[in-house]
């Protein structure tokens, strides 16, 4: 059984291509609305945020059609809320809604990272003949990374932005190739498309088609309609660029700057530790341990104990930069790997904590290429060793996909619970079936779930948010109400109606519900 | 000139070393003992309620979380963040060098042999008979073994120097050295403070 033996002619390749994106799509989009368990604050207010531009054209604070969400101070990017107005129309106001943009782009990006990679290899005279092979293997890579899967599921900006900048690549190859100024005039619009979808794409995006000017600086047919290309690009980002220069537009990057960190408030040691800290923040996204162990320890970015990749990569992903640098002669193909691989975590590097998985997501794209070319490669190797190496190879790709995949669908819902908001969730749900035996429902300020989280999954319900100097109004008339409060220590306080345990691992009790 | 870098770059090696021996213990995920591996096996079954038994004793077992973690642990020696705390960004880049050219010019060099077998077989130790070495001597012997890969990496490097070569080395040792002494105790990530 040797790879260069293997006949694929397009009916089997379009075939295994079905079945990936149907795995990935799967992965994607199965029990999404369960596992990752609950909404988390910032899904919240995209789905709040979306859900008021679709009905009445303004965001929570009243401003129509803003270019900016305010959200929670942060001032998120508008793409995906738009994103979310329009999957509400099919779906409603449902966690569904809020998560399926960033699902179906995940999957889309599987189709985009075939074509790219089938793109960058056809120039390559060796690998020429086998480029839908190469192509194949990427895309099962990507379609079954933790990382990919992990940010695809719930709702995040970056997974959509991830989608616009991979298209944007593919048609800057395509135009590499054919020099048509349509290809290269889309390319531009994906990457402003990036840019007003996730923060990181702010630098990104202007990075990437700088780099592509001065890559064609030396072919003069292809710089006049790069040039063309990179105007337009320039036009459209400009209301971001310009409200990136803004006070607050600068909001998200002063909140997590990396160099407040700095412990020399002035001077040149300021600038020598500003300096280190960038480094050395850069260096944290090639760790090891971070790739393929601890990940950045952020419960909503990963599963416990497994990276942002897996193990069986790390010697594929070393024979893959072997083979891209001492056996390729295709430049592009090099050229495009690396630099995409050394730029990904640049805008990163400026903030805290670090390293930060969601920044780096664009780094799925070479570091899935990367995996194929060793897979190719060492798969091609006539050795005697040849079979076992595909064999084993295979056994630890099955057996380190079933450990994920019990991890996430088993383990993860109970271990990430409180990380999603799913404990505001289940106490939404509860009130949501007290409601109908109470005119009055009290919700304790204290009981660590925001208003949004209401507004969110019981709009219809009015609950009245009680702090400490609140005193039952009098025209209530000493009827009994609901009283939502947190857990205090005693397991049955007077008038408890009962005690909402959390399907967490611990089963903890979050919060009572009494009758007063 | 490439002696008088080889020598410089040992200097800030050994400087960022030096720092170490303020440590008394590497922190937690630098090692994996009989502990961490029954506490992390309780840990993954404690959610399995429900799951048939074949599939849980199959997923979550010693010897599975014995290979996986052992790996998983021995990753963290060989990260670049730990290498450039423990002999500077200098010399984490000689190990990527040294390992760079064992994977492809120098895989008959029977001292890289021995460098990397020992740079691989010393972390199990660690690993498994953690409580029971003194540290000083864990220490020293780790980083004789990197400081001579580093050195080893660096020297190969400038056989064929070049302008390039020799402003990389410099560029990289200025920042270590602003390193070491702008930030003294970046290395407590990966070790406990005494």
Same mark, same amino acid.
């Given at each position: 059984?040797?790879? &260069? ?40 207010? @995209? ?31 508008? %793409?995906?809320?738009?994103? %979310? ?7 409603? &106001? ?20 075939? *074509? ?50 991979? $298209? ?66 320039? /036009? ?113 590097? *400026? ?5 930060? $998985? ?14 194929? /070319? ?29 450990? *994920? ?8 819902? &109970? ?15 509860? @009130? ?8 009055? @429902? ?67 009790? *979050? ?6 | ?61 010693? +010897? ?25 960004? +200098?010399?984490? #880049? ?38 029971? +070495?003194? #540290? ?7 980083? +004789? ?50």
């Amino acid at each position: 059984m040797h790879i &260069k033996s293997f006949h694929f002619n397009n009916k089997i390749i379009i075939l295994f291509f079905t079945i990936i994106i149907i795995i990935g799509g799967l992965l994607r989009f199965a029990d999404i609305t369960a596992d990752p368990p609950g909404l988390y604050i910032d899904e919240i207010s @995209i789905g709040l945020n979306a859900y008021d531009i679709l009905h009445t054209g303004k965001d929570q604070y009243g401003y129509s059609y803003p270019f900016a969400f305010k959200s929670f101070g942060d001032y998120k990017m508008p %793409v995906y809320i738009y994103l %979310v107005s329009f999957s509400m129309i099919l779906f409603g &106001k449902t966690e569904l809604a809020v998560r399926f943009p960033s699902a179906l782009a995940g999957t889309l990006t599987i189709i985009v990272i075939f *074509f790219l990679t089938k793109k960058l290899v056809e120039n390559e005279n060796k690998m020429k003949k086998h480029a839908s092979i190469l192509a194949l293997l990427s895309a099962g890579t990507l379609a079954i990374l933790p990382w990919h899967i992990q940010f695809s599921r719930g709702g995040f900006e970056v997974t959509v932005a991830l989608f616009f900048y991979s $298209t944007g690549l593919l048609l800057s190859i395509i135009f590499l190739k054919r020099n048509r100024l349509k290809y290269i005039f889309l390319a531009a619009i994906f990457f402003a498309l990036a840019m007003y979808t996730y923060h990181t794409y702010r630098l990104l995006s202007p990075l990437i088609v700088f780099i592509e000017l001065l890559y064609t600086t030396k072919n003069k047919k292809y710089f006049k309609n790069m040039l063309l290309a990179f105007v337009l690009f320039c /036009f459209l980002a400009y209301p971001m660029i310009s409200f990136s220069l803004t006070p607050i537009g600068q909001t998200r990057l002063q909140e997590t700057s990396a160099f407040v960190n700095n412990p020399y408030p002035q001077g040149i040691e300021n600038n020598l530790a500003d300096g280190i800290i960038f480094f050395d923040n850069y260096l944290s996204f090639f760790s090891l341990s971070y790739l393929f162990h601890t990940g950045d320890q952020i419960n909503r970015h990963q599963i416990a104990n497994f990276g942002l990749l897996y193990l069986w990569q790390l010697p594929f992903i070393t024979a893959g930069i072997y083979f891209l640098i001492k056996k390729t002669r295709n430049n592009l193909l090099r050229f495009s790997i690396f630099i995409l691989l050394l730029i990904a975590p640049i805008p990163a590097a *400026f903030a805290v904590p670090s390293p930060h $998985t969601l920044r780096l997501l664009l780094s799925a794209i070479p570091f899935s290429i990367l995996t194929a /070319f060793g897979l190719y490669h060492i798969f091609t190797l006539k050795k005697p060793w040849g079979k076992f190496i595909i064999a084993l190879t295979v056994f630890f790709v099955i057996a380190e996909s079933c450990y *994920f995949l019990d991890y996430y669908f088993i383990h993860y819902p &109970k271990t990430a619970l409180i990380d999603w908001g799913g404990q505001c969730k289940q106490v939404a749900q509860d @009130i949501q079936t007290e409601s109908s035996h109470y005119k009055y @429902i009290v919700v304790d300020r204290n009981s660590d779930c925001i208003p949004e989280y209401f507004m969110f999954y019981i709009p219809t319900i009015p609950l009245v948010y009680a702090d400490a100097e609140w005193r039952q109004p009098s025209t209530w008339k000493n009827k009994t109400f609901l009283y939502v409060r947190p857990f205090y220590g005693n397991i049955h306080p007077n008038n408890l109606i009962y005690n909402v345990y959390l399907s967490n691992t611990d089963h903890d009790i *979050f919060v009572q519900f009494l009758r007063l | 000139m490439k002696f008088f870098l080889i020598l410089l770059t040992w200097i800030i090696e050994l400087l960022a070393f030096k720092r170490w021996f303020s440590c008394w213990l590497f922190n937690n995920f630098l090692y994996y003992t009989s502990n961490t591996l029954t506490a992390r096996v309780i840990d993954a079954i404690n959610n399995d309620r429900g799951m048939p038994h074949l599939v849980t004793h199959m997923l979550h077992n010693k +010897v599975l979380y014995f290979f996986w973690g052992s790996l998983q642990t021995l990753l963290g020696y060989w990260d670049i963040q730990f290498l450039s705390s423990f002999i500077g960004f +200098v010399g984490a #880049f000689g190990v990527v060098i040294a390992l760079w050219y064992f994977l492809t010019k120098d895989s008959h060099n029977k001292l890289l042999w021995i460098l990397f077998s020992l740079s691989i077989i010393v972390p199990f130790t660690e690993m498994v008979f953690q409580p029971n +070495v003194i #540290f000083f001597w864990k220490l020293l012997i780790f980083g +004789v073994i990197f400081q001579a890969i580093s050195l080893y990496g660096l020297s190969r490097f400038l056989v064929e120097a070049t302008t390039l070569k020799y402003s990389i080395i410099i560029a990289l040792s200025i920042i270590s050295i602003v390193a070491i002494f702008i930030f003294p105790f970046s290395q407590y990530a990966f070790c406990l403070k005494i």
